[in-house]
């Protein structure tokens, strides 16, 4: 038996509004503010929240030693050209997207946390 469900994954960021500006230009939705916190509710009732974090040091990707990633959001994608196209027009960083015969390109959002787009 479960002893709780995810409720949302939370991504601290110097800049809450900024960040889901950019996922709402990436996945939808709609933008809640509440101070030093911002809901991205995401068509289907998923939800994405960014919090301000004071001293925010971005991860680093890949790396085994200080900085590294914590996390990252595989983003299903129709066509990868396509949506790197987007998402490098919203701000986005490619972090590992040379590769163009594999099924995902990684990349880092403006605030630094890496995002995978992936073939569906």
Known sequence: MALATLDVVVLDCPDPHA????YAGV???????????VDLKLPGGQQLAFQA??????????????????LHL????EDLDTAEKGVLELG??????????RTFRVYA????????????
Do not use: M, Y
Request: net charge negative; with cysteine; hydrophobic share 35%.
């Open 19 to 22: 960040l889901a500006e950019f």
């Open 27 to 37: 996945l939808g939705g709609t933008i809640e503010e509440q101070g030093e916190w």
């Open 53 to 70: 974090a004071p001293g925010f040091v971005p991860p680093q990707w890949p790396r085994a030693d200080l900085n590294s990633q914590q």
């Open 74 to 77: 595989d983003l299903k994608v």
């Open 92 to 101: 986005a960083k490619p972090l590992d997207a040379e590769d163009r015969s």
């Open 109 to 120: 959002d403006p605030a630094g946390h890496p995002f995978c787009l992936c073939a569906g």
